[in-house]
T-cell receptor, first 113, second 112 residues
Framework: NAGVTQTPKFRVLKTGQSMTLLCAQD?????MYWYRQDPGMGLRLIHY???????AKGEVPDGYNVSRLKKQNFLLGLESAAPSQTSVYFC????????????FGPGTRLTVT | GDSVTQMEGPVTLSEEAFLTINCTYT??????LFWYVQYPGEGLQLLLK?????DKGSNKGFEATYRKETTSFHLEKGSVQVSDSAVYFC???????????FGDGTTLTVKP
């Protein structure tokens, strides 16, 4: 039982490049989330999903897209990276009905130059 | 909208000192409340939770009580250890929307 995993762990992009971050969970959780963490700003919700095939915007969705084609995977895409997207990205999941404890992945450190 | 306000850090204590980290919230309805801990280079882990007013969450010597009248969920520990050094996040869950709001985090350093 690996919990929540994220790929890759580190990435450096040039401005304008694109990339996809992958989040996978093996707990059969319904809800999945993408956050970004910046110094002194806590965690801010980018997008989230309440089930396979669904997505919704969070607090800071601009410049990101997501997809949840399979229940266990939640992809975060950056179509044209900007330096302002330099951050640590965390994926989380929760069972969603009986308990709402969130399980977090180890994070992806992204630098955009 | 929902919001969480945490005591500003960083907080530096000596081993065996008493810890309090304040957390207050604003929310519609009846949120669930959480404290998460983040160790260097890792993701967040649940420390404790409370789902209704007057509930007390506890784990590893940490405690927090859900106070609806003061909209607070302060984290306490009677005697901190060096291994408690980490960043602590207060969070609320809006069960209607299925999403959480986090505070900015408080960095705790415990010195021997």
């Amino acid at each position: 039982n690996a919990g929540v995993t994220q790929t890759p762990k580190f990435r450096v992009l040039k401005t304008g490049q694109s990339m996809t971050l992958l989040c996978a969970q093996d707990m059969n959780h319904e809800y999945m989330y993408w956050y970004r963490q910046d110094p002194g700003m806590g965690l801010r919700l980018i997008h989230y999903s309440v089930g396979e095939g669904t997505t919704a915007k969070g607090e800071v969705p601009d410049g990101y897209n997501v997809s949840r084609l399979k229940k266990q995977n939640f992809l975060l895409g950056l179509e044209s990276a900007a330096p302002s997207q330099t951050s640590v990205y965390f994926c989380a999941s929760t069972e969603g009905s009986l308990t709402y404890e969130q399980y977090f992945g180890p994070g992806t450190r992204l630098t955009v130059t | 909208g929902d919001s969480v306000t945490q005591m500003e850090g960083p907080v530096t204590l000596s081993e065996e000192a008493f810890l309090t980290i304040n957390c207050t919230y604003t929310a519609t309805g009846y949120p669930s409340l959480f404290w998460y801990v983040q160790y260097p280079g890792e993701g967040l882990q649940l420390l404790l939770k409370a789902t209704k007013a007057d509930d007390k969450g506890s784990n590893k010597g940490f405690e927090a009580t859900y106070r609806k009248e003061t909209t607070s969920f302060h984290l306490e520990k009677g005697s901190v250890q060096v291994s408690d050094s980490a960043v602590y996040f207060c969070a609320l869950l809006n069960t209607n929307a299925g999403k959480s709001t986090f505070g900015d985090g408080t960095t705790l350093t415990v010195k021997p």
